[in-house]
C-alpha cells in the first residue's frame, strides 16, 4: 500500500510525508526530487529544455513507478493530479490524502518559503498570489475528485497533521476490515 499526499505547492506533501513515514515507520519519498534524480536535471530545467508537458510526461511515469512500492509515503508534486492515468494509479495503490488550505495561506507559505520559490518554475508568469487563485481554481475539482481522505491543512502544525492522517486512515482501515468479515460470514 502507497499513501499519496496531494494538494497545491505550499499545502505541506513535503512536510507532513516524512512525519507520517515516522509515526508509521514507513519509507518516504518526493516525487520531484525522483524525477530530478532521473533526468539529471532540476525541474526548472525540465521546464526549461522540455516544457510542461515533458514535465508531465516524466512525472506520470515516476509516479507509477514509485506506487509499485509498499508500505510508502508518496509526496507528488502539485500537479500531478492534472493526469486521468495517475489520478487512477493513485487510488488504486492506497489512501489519497488531500492537505487542503485556502489560496492565501498558500500564498503567504510559498512566498515566505524563498529556497523553494527558487527552485520551481511559475506556471503562468504572474504574481504568486494571482497564480495561486488562478491555478487553485482550475485543479481544485481534481484534488477533491482524487481524495480518499481530506485535512484541513492551514489551521494545524504538520506534526498535528500527520497525527490526524494517521487516525483517519487506520480507522478506514478498520471499517473496510471490518465489512469484509461481515461479507466473508453471509
Ligand atoms: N501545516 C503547516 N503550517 C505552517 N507552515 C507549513 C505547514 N506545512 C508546511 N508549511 C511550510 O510551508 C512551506 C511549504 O511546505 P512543503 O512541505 O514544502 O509543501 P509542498 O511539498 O506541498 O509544496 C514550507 O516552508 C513549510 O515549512
Ligand atoms: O503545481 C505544480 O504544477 C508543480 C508543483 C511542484 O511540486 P510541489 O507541489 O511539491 O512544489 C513541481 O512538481 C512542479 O514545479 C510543478
Ligand atoms: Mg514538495
Redesign the pocket.
Not at 494538494?7 to 499545502?11: D, Q, S, V
Not at 509526496?75 to 500531478?80: I, L, T
Given at each position: 500500500m502507497v499513501i499519496t499526499l496531494i494538494?497545491?505547492?505550499?499545502?505541506g506533501?513535503?512536510s507532513v510525508a516524512r512525519l507520517l513515514a515516522e509515526r508509521l515507520g514507513w519509507d518516504w519519498i518526493?516525487?520531484?526530487v525522483v524525477?530530478e534524480q532521473n533526468a539529471g536535471q532540476s525541474?526548472?530545467e525540465i521546464?526549461d529544455t522540455e516544457g510542461?508537458p515533458g514535465?508531465r510526461q516524466r512525472?506520470r511515469e515516476t509516479i507509477h513507478q514509485l506506487l509499485q512500492q509498499d508500505q510508502l509515503i508518496l509526496?507528488?508534486?502539485?500537479?500531478?493530479i492534472?493526469n486521468e492515468q495517475t489520478r487512477t494509479d493513485m487510488q488504486a495503490s492506497g489512501p489519497v490524502v488531500w492537505l487542503n488550505a485556502p489560496a492565501e495561506t498558500l500564498a503567504e507559505r510559498i512566498e515566505a518559503d524563498a529556497l523553494?520559490q527558487s527552485?520551481?518554475?511559475s506556471?503562468t508568469g504572474k504574481s504568486i498570489s494571482a497564480e495561486v487563485a488562478e491555478?487553485l481554481e482550475q485543479?481544485e475539482p481534481l484534488y477533491r475528485e482524487t481524495a480518499t481522505v481530506i485535512i484541513d491543512a492551514a489551521a494545524s502544525s504538520p506534526e498535528q497533521i500527520a497525527r490526524k492522517i494517521e487516525q483517519v486512515i487506520t480507522e478506514q482501515q478498520q471499517h473496510k476490515h471490518s465489512e469484509q468479515d461481515k461479507g466473508n460470514l453471509s
Open positions: 494538494g497545491y505547492r505550499g499545502c506533501k513535503t518526493d516525487a520531484d524525477i525541474i526548472k521546464f510542461e514535465f512525472e509526496a507528488s508534486g502539485g500537479g500531478a492534472l523553494s527552485q520551481r518554475p506556471l491555478v485543479r
